[in-house]
C-alpha cells in the first residue's frame, strides 16, 4: 500500500505559477511511477504529466508540453509538478497517482491516488 498526499495548490493569476508537491509513504519501496492527472467539475480525470521511477522518463499532456515540469526526489518519497504560465483552462482539482508500471496515462490504470488539491487560475 502507498499513501498519497498532496498539497500547494492555491488561486493564482493567469500567467502565474505554482508548485505542486505529493509525499508518498508506506510501501514506498516498490518502484512505482507516478503522475499528475487532474478533474473539471463534470469532466473526466485527465492525464497531465507521468515520470519514471529513476526520473529519466517523462510524458506530458499536449496541452501542458513547456508548461509543466514533473519531478521527483526519490530520497524523500516526493513528487513534485512545476506549472509555469498557468491559464484558466487549467483551473482543477490536481491528483498524484502511483502504479509499479510506466508509462500510464489512464486513470483507470492506476491503484494509488492522493486526496487532490485545487488550482484555481483566475483570468
Known amino acids: 500500500q502507498v499513501q498519497l498526499v498532496e498539497s500547494g495548490g492555491g488561486l493564482v493569476q493567469a500567467g502565474g505559477s505554482l508548485r505542486l508537491s505529493c509525499a508518498a509513504s508506506g510501501r514506498t519501496s516498490t518502484y512505482y511511477a507516478m503522475g499528475w492527472f487532474r478533474q473539471s467539475p463534470g469532466k473526466e480525470r485527465d492525464f497531465v504529466a507521468v515520470?519514471?521511477?529513476?526520473?529519466?522518463?517523462?510524458r506530458y499532456a499536449d496541452s501542458v508540453k513547456g508548461r509543466f515540469t514533473i519531478s521527483r526526489d526519490n530520497a524523500k518519497n516526493m513528487l513534485y509538478l512545476q506549472m509555469n504560465s498557468l491559464e484558466p483552462e487549467d483551473t482543477a482539482v490536481y491528483y498524484c497517482a502511483a502504479e509499479p508500471r510506466f508509462p500510464l496515462v489512464r486513470a483507470n490504470e492506476y491503484h494509488y491516488w492522493g486526496q487532490g488539491t485545487q488550482v484555481t487560475v483566475s483570468s
Open positions: 515520470i519514471s521511477y529513476g526520473g529519466l522518463g517523462t
